[in-house]
């Protein structure tokens, strides 16, 4: 069962910052995917197998950073300096892995949390 806890405004302005996250009892590899309106889901952070640490897609690289709390079975994904091109709902999912320069899941969907960027 994947739950969503959701810390911080949903409504920001530009440049500020937000932290949302993931629990699951299977949480080693829950990753971030986001949908804007009109546009199809996009991987944003996944885990790398090879590595065992996160992938970030271009567009958060630097931005966006993924941690796990392994005694709460959570992850976080912390949000920084976000941008106009971020707004979107954002979903976490159990049972990613990178592909590529891509992001895939196999498991469960979060409810998914609506980030609005507004100046």
């Known amino acids: 069962q994947v739950q969503r806890v959701e810390s911080g405004g949903d409504l920001l302005q530009p440049g500020g910052s937000l932290t949302v996250a993931c629990s699951a009892s299977d949480y080693y590899a829950i990753g971030w995917f986001r949908q804007a309106p009109g546009k199809q889901r996009e991987g944003v952070s996944c885990?790398?197998?090879?590595?065992?640490?996160?992938y970030y897609a271009d567009p958060v690289k630097g931005r966006f950073n993924s941690s796990r709390h392994h005694a709460k079975k959570t992850v976080y994904l912390q949000m920084h300096n976000l941008s106009p091109e971020d707004p979107a709902i954002y979903y976490c999912?159990?049972?990613?892995?990178?592909?590529?320069?891509?992001?895939?899941?196999?498991?469960?969907w979060g409810q998914g949390t609506q980030v609005t960027v507004s100046a």
């Open positions: 885990l790398a197998l090879t590595s065992g640490y996160a």
């Open positions: 999912a159990t049972d990613t892995w990178r592909d590529g320069s891509r992001c895939m899941m196999s498991g469960q």
